[in-house]
């Protein structure tokens, strides 16, 4: 998602393929779709990219899906400030934390989840029949927000199932955060607008509401009306304290 290669080391253990998804800031939807297109798997798994797969993470993915044709979420623990620094992997399990709003995954199989809300665009999997079938995510998601919200839409209207997987977990990455997102403003506001005209509800309500309640926006029948864009003070008063995981 940006315009320069990044470069990878040469003695991988295994093929990478790069792709280029341009022309928008953060094109989130554009780049798995190409990511998907450029795979050669039966198997599509989506990270984050500052998620880190535990070593179980493919095979558990691999093998649930061998049996069960739906979209499986992997738990995802939050690393501090300098986790990707332990040199030990397994010890990221040690020193991650689970979002307070999530709950617990299973230990090993799969538990239905009902609310398709829940997907979250960090760690999830599915057949590329299934994927192809349902048509990808919606390029017209541009920048941060909205995207996974309104493929979960998808996937609920093509009738496949949600579920939370065992023994995929992933790390994340430590890095700053916002509450709310001001520094994402725009792209929110924008996403959210394609959304309720898409589906007819809205989606990130959260961050609308804290929108709203700071006199920035107010939500009508017509769409959003934005009353003032977020000044940079606003922005930078939103910017979590060192060492706060969840946003």
């Known amino acids: 998602m940006q315009n320069d290669p990044h470069p990878l080391p040469e003695d991988l253990p295994f093929e990478v393929r790069v792709c280029f998804a341009e ?3 953060l094109p989130l939807a554009a780049a798995r779709n190409c990511a998907a297109k450029a795979a050669t798997g039966d198997i ?3 990270l984050d990219v500052d998620c880190v797969p535990s ?10 899906l061998s049996e069960t ?6 738990e995802v623990l939050y690393l501090p400030e300098g986790g990707t620094r332990e040199a030990d992997v397994f010890r990221l399990d040690e020193i991650g ?5 999530k709950p617990k995954a299973p230990t090993t199989g799969l538990v239905p989840e009902p609310d398709y809300g829940e997907l979250w665009g960090l760690s999830f999997a599915l057949r590329r029949s299934t994927f ?4 990808g995510l919606d390029e017209r998601f541009t920048g941060y927000g909205g995207e996974e ?7 609920e209207a093509c009738g496949v199932p949600l579920y939370r997987c065992g023994g995929a977990r992933a790390y994340h990455q430590y890095h700053a955060v916002y509450q709310p997102p001001l520094h994402h403003f725009d792209d929110i506001v924008r996403n959210a607008e394609l959304f309720q005209k898409k589906w007819g509800d809205w989606p990130m309500d959260y961050w609308l509401g804290q929108f709203e309640s700071q006199g920035l926006i107010a939500r009508g029948e017509a769409g959003i009306d934005v009353l003032r864009r977020p000044e940079a003070a606003e922005v930078d008063a939103a910017k979590a304290p060192p060492g706060t995981l969840f946003s």
């Open 23 to 25: 022309d928008n800031p």
């Open 44 to 46: 599509l798994i989506f």
């Open 55 to 64: 070593p179980s993470l493919v095979m558990a993915y691999a093998m649930e």
């Open 69 to 74: 044709d739906g979209c499986l979420m992997g």
């Open 97 to 101: 934390s689970r979002h307070p709003s």
């Open 132 to 135: 192809e079938r349902c048509g």
């Open 149 to 155: 919200t309104d493929f979960a839409r998808t996937l």
